[in-house]
């Protein structure tokens, strides 16, 4: 059974831009998290989608984030536009109940 | 909001030695996770433990749910060199219907053959 799996693996944009972020849960799995770790600190929790839903999003960072997960497949992670501050690992995580299963993340970097 | 606090930060050890590492908090937690992140990878659960004084082995790793539910503990016997990575204590919410998890800040592991 396939993984989480995250796209891209790697951004380098500049401050200004917009860059978005794919994840594609394990299929089957209704709910799927963002997390978000800036270096050498502690991941933290972005949003919670349940289906296409969002159940939770107390952990986004402001209005520069707009989380989607259209059909409730697959969901997107848009940042527009991009501050150095954006910079750091971030992590999708699906579930069916309570283990969260992490992808490999996306490592942002905003120059 | 809760807040885990995890140390140390960073450890080099010498293969074949035993490591312990430990995280605490200043509210409690009904359930304590143990997760390890390889480079280029995302954090795997290792640990779950669900009941204060729960102590659970998952091979050479062994984790401990502390007595006052405001800390755990992770030890690590006869490292080997895949034991290389960030290992990060998690816990969810105490009630509702929240599921984020909280993290620690990690504890950097490095084994030196």
């Known amino acids: 059974e396939a993984g989480v799996t995250q796209f891209p693996s790697h951004s380098v944009i500049e401050k200004g831009q917009t860059v978005t972020l794919r994840c594609d849960p394990i299929?089957?799995?209704?709910?799927l998290y963002w997390y978000r770790r800036v270096m050498g600190k502690e991941i933290k929790f972005l949003l919670h989608?349940?289906?296409?839903?969002?159940?939770?999003e107390s952990g986004m960072p402001n209005n520069r984030f707009l989380a989607e997960r259209t059909g409730g497949t697959y969901s997107t992670l848009k940042v527009q536009p991009a501050e150095l501050e954006d910079s750091g690992v971030y992590f999708c995580a699906s579930s069916i109940g309570e283990t969260q299963y992490f992808g490999p993340g996306t490592r942002l970097l905003v120059l | 909001g809760q807040q885990l606090n995890q140390s140390p930060q960073s450890m080099f050890i010498q293969e074949g030695e035993d490591v312990s590492m430990n995280c605490t908090s200043s509210s409690i937690f009904n359930t304590w996770l143990w997760y390890k992140q390889d480079p280029g990878e995302g954090p795997v659960l290792l640990i779950a433990?669900?009941?204060?004084?729960e102590l659970t082995s998952n091979g050479r790793l062994t984790a401990q749910f502390g007595i006052t539910r405001k800390d755990s503990f992770l030890n690590i016997s006869a490292s080997i060199p895949s034991d290389v990575g960030i290992y990060f204590c998690?816990?969810?919410?105490?009630?509702?219907?929240?599921?984020?998890?909280?993290f620690g800040s990690g504890t950097q592991l490095t084994v030196l053959p």
């Open positions: 989608f349940v289906k296409e839903s969002k159940q939770d």
């Open positions: 299929s089957g799995h209704d709910n």
């Open positions: 433990l669900y009941k204060a004084g």
């Open positions: 998690a816990g969810p919410p105490l009630s509702g219907s929240a599921r984020q998890l909280t």
